[in-house]
């Protein structure tokens, strides 16, 4: 299978109509359900090989909605401000920093802004409250130690967690901070967009 993006309207294949494809009842339903839970949706064109046939048939993909989350001028250095992102679902508490000091992902003047997602990777503990200015980074967590480097991605330091600290993906505009994604799986989720 392999798979082929258009801009919805400006492709030279036509959309199939409801009666063309009766799943197409379900997709619409689908996607009013999506736009209502805050989700942006977009379609995207699929074209499947089935032997010597080729079809094309749309296809509904899921993206991370565009969160605003802070103003910068607002921003103190080593001082978190916490936020909930990509939903308000379970896992969801998120923190943004301005460290100070050039980071992976960072973004301002001095790309020193990230954010991150406050749940540990191992095993889910709460890292709220455990910022360190001194070290840019997070924990130890509470329930194995493991502290994560927020200068390089939320990689992990040291303790029992394999995986890296999920990045929230920031974007600027103006004075304005916006969350557009997150890098990594948040723990407790097996989509990011499954709250
Ligand atoms: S849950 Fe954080 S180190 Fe185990």
Redesign the pocket.
């Known amino acids: 299978m392999t798979h082929q993006t258009k801009t919805p309207g400006t492709g030279a294949s036509r959309l199939p109509k409801k009666k063309d494809h009766p799943a197409g009842k379900c997709l619409l339903s689908r996607r009013k359900f999506l736009l209502a839970s805050g989700v942006t949706t977009a379609t995207v064109m699929v074209t499947i090989n089935s032997g010597k046939a080729a079809t094309e048939v749309p296809a509904m993909v899921a993206t991370y909605p565009r969160k605003k989350i802070a103003k910068l001028s607002a921003l103190k250095a080593d001082e978190p401000v916490g936020f909930e992102y990509p939903d308000e679902g379970a896992f969801a508490q998120s923190m943004l920093v301005k460290l100070g000091t050039e980071a992976g992902g960072g973004i301002g003047p001095q790309r020193d802004v990230v954010a991150f997602n406050y749940f540990?990777t191992?095993?889910?503990?709460d890292l709220s409250g455990t910022y360190k200015g001194d070290t840019k980074s997070l924990g130890a967590?509470p329930?194995?130690?493991?502290t994560y480097d927020l200068t390089r991605h939320g990689i992990l330091i040291s303790?029992?967690?394999y995986q890296s600290l999920p990045q929230v993906l920031l974007e600027l505009d103006g004075d304005d901070i916006y969350a557009v994604g997150v890098f990594g799986l948040i723990f407790g989720r097996y989509d990011n967009l499954q709250g």
């Open positions: 540990c191992h095993q889910g503990g967590c329930l194995h130690l493991s303790g029992q967690a």
